[in-house]
């Protein structure tokens, strides 16, 4: 007998039950595919959902700031570099640079 997995309910068939039996490509690829490429997209829509949550980019200086606020100059000098990342001029405040 045929069973699903735990997670994604993807049909994973039996070789001693099931070794005799026709291999069927809707059942035992396409619906598995199908449900994958699903998950998949969803969990993309959540990760692209939360970070535009939490990561806010703007040229215009911040009006509402707060201790993680992170405000940069175009044109400035980098004082930090890693990953891809770099952030201009970078100073600890809770109010925008002057």
């Given at each position: 007998m045929s069973v699903l997995?735990?997670?994604?309910?993807?049909?994973?068939?039996?070789?001693?039950?099931d070794g005799n039996a026709v291999?069927?490509?809707?059942?035992?690829?396409?619906?598995?595919w199908?449900?994958?490429?699903?998950?998949?997209?969803?969990?993309?829509g959540d990760i692209k959902e939360m970070a535009s949550s939490t990561t806010y980019l703007q040229e215009?200086?911040?009006i509402a700031v707060n201790p993680s606020t992170v405000?940069?100059?175009?044109g400035s000098e980098t004082?930090?570099?890693?990953?891809g990342v770099a952030i201009y001029n970078a100073k600890t405040s809770?109010?925008?640079p002057e």
């Open positions: 997995t735990q997670f994604l309910n993807l049909f994973k068939a039996e070789p001693i039950v291999f069927n490509i809707t059942t035992m690829l396409n619906e598995n199908d449900k994958v490429d699903h998950a998949v997209k969803t969990l993309d215009e200086e911040p405000w940069y100059s175009v004082n930090f570099n890693l990953g809770e109010t925008p």
